[in-house]
């Protein structure tokens, strides 16, 4: 008796935390984004209070309406913010695989003692804020930064490169930062995969490349599925790397909603726009989920 | 003239030296490191052979195999695959292919695809490669299972798709790591049977690896018993237990009881040692009597000595001794019997009757006795 209790109250730990910081906070932000904007403090009028009688609330509820979220499909900044973000979620999420793929593959394929080494070096960066690290990446892509200085004394170029302020340094930076979160999943893969379905490849007639692709990167995607999901769903909605690395022109959702928030003191737009990026992302989780599910079913 | 054991061959190509080898390791070295795994080793095996290599877990059998295989290049000496030099042809242009020991089955791919894996590779088309796929699915009595995938099956049943995939293409050689290993006794003890009726019907030539004598014993035509990295022995498996070498060999294969002596005298087919249990006359293997006061061991199977209470008059050796142990295990039973000079030897009694009068006790005094033909001299 006592011990179903408690064995109850472990499963409901998590249940709780996802309720009160997950849950709440989103319903939170939902009655923002359906309410009106009204300046002073708080910026927007609330539709409802929990304080009221219940007539009270049914009578604001009735009146809740989407004129935020109309409002965001008729400007194209918030459009374009969007289809940006994902454009360069895609595309950084693509270089950090061709990037991490390898690594991973090597860190696999690593003799027993080193492979601990090299996966504490993959972590290491964690040891430091991710807000330094990203400030560390100005010193380096910087018009007078370490990078050109090097490029310049080897002869590479002539002129300093120009990669701080444009997209290529929020590339370079989202990469950077994403990588141990591609690198992982891949490698826990990888690190499982019998190296003698290699050789049974290669065995039957597979050359070096084939039994490659048909046996170790056929298997491995799993982990590369998880692993660009886990690069993809926070890049779309990266504020720091653009807002620190990127230029004016840099076109990202989280920086179109901050500026919505904090300089526009808008907070039932920002919170409309929250709305709709978490409903963009669902999408991919939910892909993800079921190809899982459908991948455990089969054995793979 | 008698002869080893009690089956007579008549595939033997071995003994015709006219036949032309299938395989050979010319003088092959594999070094991994400062590690020898296989020292300059030279083989030969034949067309439609069924050869074994036996030996413990470290001997360089398995390297052996992979060097075949392609997965690993000798480090010095060649080889040849019916009389071609397989030095720098990759693993899938081997004319060979590999039952592993961890089966190796692809996850991802259903029994059926598993199989069709090797024949997708050569290009075959769809059709013809529909029909092999069934044929080996027939001849592994799989039939039902096509569509299962690997994690699906027994353990049996996967070293039987494993087995299927390997001989698919139709390979002029198959080669097998352990192929029984993971079986429990009794579906070992049939798949051997299945294996040497395969073999049979498919006309393939058989290289496996294993370190259970009595699945060498079963299933080869020869076995070569290897020790760090050497063959220690090579022979038909009534000559490897009949007429071992060394007595690492004879103690490989089966029990043995060995027993240390000084040569006496000798004539070309027996000799006669002194040694601590008193004089005992044995076989010599091969004609070359040792010399006088050499030191020599007498090797002798358990089976191969009469138990007696009584000394028995007509035996060319009897000794006696104290029983020390018996163990019952149904077929036969087996008896420690410690000599005078303390040396404990094993004998075994076939149990052909059910009942038996008046069994033999612990601590009783009995006679063991065997014929000079029964036991070998070794040297080494």
Request: hydrophobic share 45%; aromatic share 10%; with cysteine.
């Amino acid at each position: 008796m006592m011990r179903a209790l408690t064995n109850r109250l472990v499963i409901l730990i998590p249940y709780v935390w996802l309720l009160f910081f997950f849950l709440l906070p989103f319903l939170i932000v939902l009655r923002i984004s359906l309410s009106d904007l009204e300046y002073g403090a708080p910026p927007y009028t609330p539709q409802f209070s929990f304080s009221d009688g219940w007539s009270v609330i049914w009578e604001k509820l009735s009146a809740l309406d989407f004129e935020n979220f109309s409002f965001l499909a008729s400007d194209s900044l918030y459009i374009n913010s969007y289809l940006s973000s994902l454009q360069i979620a895609l595309v950084s999420t693509f270089l950090t695989l061709l990037l991490g793929f390898p690594l991973a593959y090597g860190m696999a394929r690593a003799p027993d003692g080193v492979r601990p080494i090299l996966l504490m070096l993959v972590i290491l960066p964690f040891w430091t804020s991710f807000l330094i690290r990203v400030y560390a990446w100005i010193g380096i892509l910087k018009q007078e930064g370490l990078l050109n200085q090097l490029l310049l004394w080897l002869g590479v170029i002539d002129a300093p490169l120009e990669i701080l302020s444009t997209n290529k340094a929020v590339y370079i930076g989202i990469v950077y930062s994403y990588l141990p979160f591609m690198v992982l999943p891949i490698y826990s893969t990888l690190e499982k995969l019998d190296e003698s379905l290699v050789e049974a490849a290669r065995d039957l007639g597979c050359t070096r490349i084939g039994a490659f692709w048909k046996v170790t990167a056929r298997l491995a995607v799993p982990g590369i599925m998880a692993g660009c999901l886990l690069v993809f769903i926070p890049a779309v909605g990266e504020f720091v790397i653009p807002d620190l690395l990127g230029g004016s022109g840099t076109l990202m959702i989280g920086k179109t909603l901050w500026t919505e928030f904090f300089n526009n003191s808008d907070w039932t737009v920002a919170s409309a726009i929250a709305i709709i990026l978490l409903i963009v992302l669902v999408v991919p989780i939910v892909w993800f989920q079921n190809a899982q599910a459908k991948a455990t079913e089969a054995g793979g | 003239m008698p002869s080893l054991g009690s089956i007579r061959r008549s595939f033997a190509p071995w003994d015709d030296p006219a036949a032309k080898p299938y395989i050979s390791f010319k003088n092959v070295t594999k070094r991994f490191g400062d590690f020898v795994a296989v020292d300059n080793l030279s083989l030969d095996v034949y067309e439609r052979e069924f050869f074994s290599l036996l030996g413990p877990s470290g001997c360089g059998k398995t390297t052996l195999l992979r060097m075949l295989a392609g997965f690993e290049e000798p480090t010095e000496g060649e080889l040849y695959l019916d009389g071609q030099p397989l030095k720098g042809v990759p693993p899938h242009k081997r004319p060979v292919n590999m039952m592993f020991q961890s089966y190796a089955l692809f996850p991802h791919m259903s029994v059926a695809d598993n199989i069709a894996f090797g024949l997708k590779q050569d290009g075959m088309e769809k059709g013809a490669r529909d029909e092999r796929v069934a044929q080996m699915l027939k001849l592994v009595k799989l039939e039902e299972f096509a569509r299962r995938k690997p994690h699906q099956l027994s353990g049996g049943q996967r070293q039987r798709v494993a087995l299927a995939r390997a001989v698919a293409k139709r390979p002029k050689l198959l080669i097998l790591d352990e192929p029984l290993g993971a079986l429990d006794k009794k579906l070992r003890e049939e798949t051997q049977f299945e294996l040497m009726d395969l073999q049979q019907e498919l006309g393939l030539t058989f290289m496996i690896v294993t370190h259970d004598q009595e699945e060498a014993m079963t299933m080869s035509d020869r076995i070569a018993v290897m020790d760090k990295g050497i063959i220690a022995q090579i022979g038909t498996p009534a000559e490897i237990y009949e007429a071992p070498d060394t007595r690492y060999v004879a103690d490989f294969i089966g029990s043995v009881n060995t027993l240390e002596g000084k040569v006496v005298s000798s004539d070309e087919s027996h000799v006669t040692i002194e040694g601590p249990d008193g004089r005992i006359v044995g076989g010599l293997r091969g004609s070359k009597a040792p010399a006088d006061g050499q030191t020599v061991w007498f090797a002798i199977r358990p089976e191969k000595m009469q138990v007696s209470r009584e000394k028995p008059a007509e035996a060319a050796n009897a000794l006696e001794g104290e029983v020390w142990d018996v163990a019952y295990l149904g077929d036969m039973t087996i008896i420690n019997v410690k000599l005078e000079s303390g040396n404990v030897v094993q004998a075994a009694m076939i149990n052909r009757s059910r009942l038996v009068d008046d069994p033999i006790g612990y601590d009783e005094r009995i006679w063991l006795s065997f014929s000079a033909d029964s036991g070998i001299m070794l040297e080494r």
